[in-house]
T-cell receptor
Framework: DVKVTQSSRYLVKRTGEKVFLECVQD?????MFWYRQDPGLGLRLIYF???????EKGDIPEGYSVSREKKERFSLILESASTNQTSMYLC???????????????FGAGSRLTVL | AQSVTQPDIHITVSEGASLELRCNYS??????LFWYVQSPGQGLQLLLK??????LVQGIKGFEAEFKRSQSSFNLRKPSVHWSDAAEYFC?????????????FGKGTKLSVKP
C-alpha cells in the first residue's frame, strides 16, 4: 500500500515563527498536494506539485510556500505563522501519468498545527 | 463552476439502521466522483470511486454509491450501520481538465451512531 507520512502529528508554534510541515510518500508518485481542513469549510487546496521543483497554487496559497526538491518529499512552509493558520493540514499524493481525473489521492494522517 | 454540496452537516442513525448520505455536484462534463471517510484525528481513507461504466459502485466496509447523471448526485448508502461507522464523510470530484487530479471536496457530513 502507498504510504504517505507526515512527520509531525501535533505542533504548537508562536506567532511569527517559521514552520515546516514535512510529507513523504514511498510509492514514486508524481503528484503531491497540501490541503487545509477547518470545521465547516471542508478541505481546501493550498498548493500542489506534479513534478520535482514544480508547484502550482491552489485555492488558498496566501501565507504559505512549498518545496519539492525530491520526488518523495513535499514540504509546506509558513514563513511567519499567524493565529489564523491554526488548522489541520493534510498531505496527499497520487500516481500521475493517467487522465488526471483517474488519479486517486492517498492521504497522510494529518498535522494539527496550533499557533499561539 | 465546479462544486460539491453535501446538504447534511450532521446525521444520527441507530446501529443496524440503513444510511444514505447525500452528495450533489456541479461540473461541466462527466466527473470522477469519490467518497472518503475520516475517523477522528485521522487522515482520509478512500471508500469508493466512480470513473465510468456501471453507475452503482461498491466500496469497502459494505458501502455503495450510485451515480445519477440526471440528478447530478452521488449518494452513499449502507444497508446496516455499525457503531464503527461513526466518522465524517466527504464527497469529492475531479475531472480531466488539466487539474492533475486535484479534488474538490464537499464540506462533509458527520455521522453519529446511536446504540
Amino acid at each position: 500500500d502507498v504510504k504517505v507520512t507526515q512527520s509531525s502529528r501535533y505542533l504548537v508554534k508562536r506567532t511569527g515563527e517559521k514552520v515546516f510541515l514535512e510529507c513523504v510518500q514511498d510509492m514514486d508518485h508524481e503528484n503531491m498536494f497540501w490541503y487545509r481542513q477547518d470545521p465547516g469549510l471542508g478541505l481546501r487546496l493550498i498548493y500542489f506539485s506534479y513534478d520535482v521543483k514544480m508547484k502550482e497554487k491552489g485555492d488558498i496559497p496566501e501565507g504559505y510556500s512549498v518545496s519539492r526538491e525530491k520526488k518523495e518529499r513535499f514540504s509546506l512552509i509558513l514563513e511567519s505563522a499567524s493565529t489564523n493558520q491554526t488548522s489541520m493540514y493534510l498531505c496527499a499524493s497520487s500516481l500521475g501519468g493517467l487522465p488526471s481525473g483517474a488519479n486517486v489521492l492517498t492521504f497522510g494522517a494529518g498535522s494539527r498545527l496550533t499557533v499561539l | 463552476a465546479q462544486s460539491v454540496t453535501q446538504p447534511d452537516i450532521h446525521i444520527t442513525v441507530s446501529e443496524g439502521a440503513s444510511l444514505e448520505l447525500r452528495c450533489n455536484y456541479s461540473y461541466g462534463a462527466t466527473p470522477y466522483l469519490f467518497w472518503y471517510v475520516q475517523s477522528p484525528g485521522q487522515g482520509l481513507q478512500l471508500l469508493l470511486k466512480y470513473f465510468s461504466g456501471d453507475t452503482l459502485v461498491q466500496g469497502i466496509k459494505g458501502f455503495e454509491a450510485e451515480f445519477k447523471r440526471s440528478q447530478s448526485s452521488f449518494n452513499l448508502r449502507k444497508p446496516s450501520v455499525h457503531w464503527s461507522d461513526a466518522a465524517e464523510y466527504f464527497c469529492a470530484l475531479t475531472g480531466d481538465g488539466g487539474s492533475q487530479g486535484n479534488l474538490i471536496f464537499g464540506k462533509g457530513t458527520k455521522l453519529s451512531v446511536k446504540p
